[in-house]
């Protein structure tokens, strides 16, 4: 049984241009949740998505927008690269049903604006 | 949601017994405490959750008090493979965690 996959896994990308992540979510989920973490910080949320739409977004701009197909799997989209984008991103994914109690997370794309 | 204060490193050896302890004054009557492990460069892996008392799995123990203001995760004998940082969160499991909040957490240095 495959886990959370993200891809890439790492990407590097000069500032102004736009990026797109990728996530599957474990068999089963149909939650999707996108997080950033910059270097020696925890994880900040930045928005969630079930039923193809968006249901929570933490405090990110609208460069940042993503969407759900409905396989559920996901994609992150960033436009207007700044150097301040430069994290891991990770995509977790979790289960409706079942009260999203426990949160599988990929290994993460490591994006690099220079 | 409620913050969760920890101590920011802590240094072991090989075959101790490691405890973390967690404080969140702010803890909602709903909240469940969830504590993540994460190596670096990888996702955060989901290690224990409880509401209250004792919950023990394969992989450690979480005490609470029965104010709940704070927590400990307990780490039996821990090996070189448990160096890594550990996150303390609450959050309300009956409206679905819609998201998670995490600290700073807690770097722990498992030496020989």
């Known amino acids: 049984d495959a886990g959370v996959t993200q891809s890439p896994t790492h990407l590097i990308k000069t500032r102004g241009q736009q990026v797109t992540l990728r996530c599957s979510p474990k068999s089963g989920h149909d939650t999707v949740s996108w997080y950033q973490q910059a270097l020696g910080q925890g994880p900040q949320f930045i928005f969630q998505?079930?039923?193809?739409?968006?249901?929570q977004r933490g405090n990110f701009p609208d460069r940042f927008s993503g969407h759900q197909f409905p396989n559920y799997s996901s994609e992150l989209n960033v436009n207007a690269l700044l150097l301040g984008d430069s994290a891991l991103y990770l995509c977790?994914?979790?289960?409706?049903?079942?009260?999203?109690?426990?949160?599988?997370f990929g290994q993460g794309t490591r994006l690099t604006v220079v | 949601l409620a913050k969760t204060t920890q101590p920011i490193s802590m240094d072991s050896y090989e075959g101790q017994e490691v405890n973390i302890t967690c404080s969140h004054n702010?803890?909602?009557?709903?909240?469940?405490i969830t504590w993540y492990q994460q190596f670096p460069s990888q996702g955060p892996r989901f290690i224990i959750q409880g509401y209250k008392t004792k919950v023990t799995n394969e992989v450690a123990s979480l005490f609470i008090p029965a104010d709940r203001k704070s927590s400990t995760l307990s780490l039996p004998r821990v090996s070189l493979s448990d160096t890594a940082v550990y996150y303390c969160?609450?959050?309300?499991?009956?409206?679905?965690?819609?998201?998670?909040?995490f600290g700073t957490g807690t770097r722990l240095l498992v030496s020989p």
């Open positions: 702010n803890i909602a009557t709903n909240d469940y």
């Open positions: 977790a994914s979790s289960s409706k049903g079942q009260g999203n109690t426990e949160a599988f």
């Open positions: 969160l609450v959050g309300d499991r009956n409206t679905g965690f819609q998201k998670l909040v």
């Open positions: 998505y079930y039923e193809e739409e968006e249901r």
